[in-house]
């Protein structure tokens, strides 16, 4: 069984750019997560889709950043536009459903903004 | 707002040795705690615990919640080189509809010498 891809593995953008990040859960998982980790600090959850709904999005620090699911398979997490202060590696993971809450995590996407 | 402390930050020891992570939590809700390996790049899934004093074992590894005093311990025993890697420990909430947010602590970095 595949696990949780993300794409790309390392992206460097300047300020006020913009960069795509992209997840693609493990294949049937209706749970798919976000989480940042910015440098020597904990990993901090960013939102939670549920299929193609956002069940919680209250990590999201700002507009600048928008989550989609669309079909509830895989995600795409856009920042526009980049700031210094999101430079960090972003992680994806996944989980089956409600009863089996076990969350399987990607590699991570190390994004730095210059 | 759910807080996890992880202690020691960093820990060296040799092969053989054997060594307990810490972890303390604060959750509003809280319906289970999580371990995770992490090496490289994607955190990789040990232990779910949801019980008091129920002891979760994989190979050298074990680990074992106390609900009461809200801590986690995880233990590895005859330590290898392989061993060496970030732990990190997380919180997960109960209904509503943050279930899905994990909490984590910042991790032990365990290093083993041959």
């Known amino acids: 069984e595949a696990g949780v891809t993300q794409f790309p593995s390392h992206s460097v953008i300047e300020k006020g750019q913009t960069v795509t990040l992209r997840c693609d859960p493990i294949s049937g998982h209706d749970n798919l997560y976000w989480y940042r980790r910015v440098m020597g600090k904990e990993i901090k959850f960013l939102l939670h889709f549920v299929k193609e709904s956002k069940q919680d999005e209250s990590g999201m620090p700002n507009n600048r950043f928008l989550a989609e699911r669309t079909g509830g398979t895989y995600s795409t997490l856009k920042v526009q536009p980049a700031e210094l202060e999101d430079s960090g590696v972003y992680f994806c993971?996944?989980?089956?459903?409600?009863?089996?809450?076990?969350?399987?995590f990607g590699p991570g996407t190390r994004l730095t903004v210059t | 707002e759910d807080k996890v402390v992880q202690s020691p930050l960093s820990l060296v020891v040799h092969e053989g040795d054997t060594v307990t992570l810490n972890c303390s939590y604060e959750v509003t809700n809280f319906r289970s705690l999580l371990w995770y390996k992490q090496e490289k790049k994607a955190p990789t899934f040990l232990f779910m615990l949801?019980?008091?004093?129920i002891e979760k074992k994989s190979g050298r590894l074990s680990s074992i919640l106390d609900k009461k005093e809200l801590f986690s311990i995880l233990n590895i025993t005859a330590t290898q080189t392989g061993d060496s890697a970030v732990y990190l420990c997380?919180?997960?909430?109960?209904?509503?509809?943050?279930?899905?947010?994990?909490?984590f602590g910042q991790g032990t970095i365990l290093t083993v010498h041959p």
């Open positions: 997380a919180v997960q909430p109960a209904g509503g509809t943050s279930y899905g947010k994990l909490t």
């Open positions: 949801t019980s008091s004093g």
């Open positions: 993971a996944s989980s089956l459903d409600r009863v089996s809450y076990e969350q399987y």
